[in-house]
T-cell receptor
Framework: QKEVEQDPGPLSVPEGAIVSLNCTYS??????FMWYRQYSRKGPELLMY????GNKEDGRFTAQVDKSSKYISLFIRDSQPSDSATYLC???????????FGKGTRLSVIA | DAGITQSPRHKVTETGTPVTLRCHQT?????MYWYRQDPGHGLRLIHY???????DKGEVSDGYSVSRSKTEDFLLTLESATSSQTSVYFC??????????????FGPGTRLTVL
């Protein structure tokens, strides 16, 4: 079993929908949880970062971490066509250890 | 955008030939990483560096070597390219902060095709 599991999709939603993206993981040592967004033919860019359990909100985006269930989520409210991208979850146990990435979920928001 | 460039951006080569990809940063960050990205596998770490001449292996290091003789440059070498190394290669950098997560900044990628 891979350390981080993420449904690759693709996921297609209408504009304005609420989008839920999820990852599960097996390594209980993970403490730092990230969501990266990657547009087609571009490098990933950091979207959200959460330390340990809890929620974090940034505009239309909310990241949730449930360490007891080893489950993280990214919610996108009022989704826009510009949100169409691949979303990758990533996590690590400490600040300087390499990230472990999920496979990424491809999202299309249809106008 | 973080100052990261990768060269070449695209390369087509033949099986058995050596290939070197270059990552150059202007941010003076301590950590540099090489990833490959393939459909169905996501991003996988090949090698990383935590300082000049200090490198370590990642998840998929077989068939690859790296060198870092200067802070700003991190080279990835395929000694004898194989078709299984056809992929998109990303370089990333991060700063060193013991007490918190270090955001990784990614370069634009190099698309390598091995025929």
């Amino acid at each position: 079993q891979k350390e981080v599991e993420q449904d690759p999709g693709p996921l297609s939603v209408p504009e304005g929908a609420i989008v839920s993206l999820n990852c599960t993981y097996s390594n209980s040592a993970f403490q730092y949880f990230m969501w990266y967004r990657q547009y087609s033919r571009k490098g990933p860019e950091l979207l959200m970062y959460t330390y340990s359990s809890g929620n974090k909100e940034d505009g239309r985006f909310t990241a949730q971490v449930d360490k007891s269930s080893k489950y993280i989520s990214l919610f996108i409210r009022d989704s826009q066509p510009s949100d169409s991208a691949t979303y990758l979850c990533a996590m690590t146990g400490s600040g300087n250890t390499p990230l472990v990435f999920g496979k990424g979920t491809r999202l299309s928001v249809i106008a | 955008d973080a100052g990261i460039t990768q060269s070449p951006r695209h390369k087509v080569t033949e099986t058995g030939t050596p290939v070197t990809l270059r990552c150059h940063q202007t941010e003076n960050h301590r950590y540099m990483y090489w990833y490959r990205q393939d459909p169905g596998h996501g991003l996988r770490l090949i090698h990383y560096s935590y300082g000049v001449k200090d490198t370590d292996k990642g998840e998929v290091s077989d068939g690859y070597s790296v060198s870092r003789s200067k802070t700003e440059d991190f080279l990835l070498t395929l000694e004898s390219a194989t078709s299984s190394q056809t992929s998109v290669y990303f370089c990333a950098i991060s700063e060193s902060k013991r007490s918190s997560y270090n955001e990784q900044f990614f370069g634009p990628g190099t698309r390598l095709t091995v025929l």
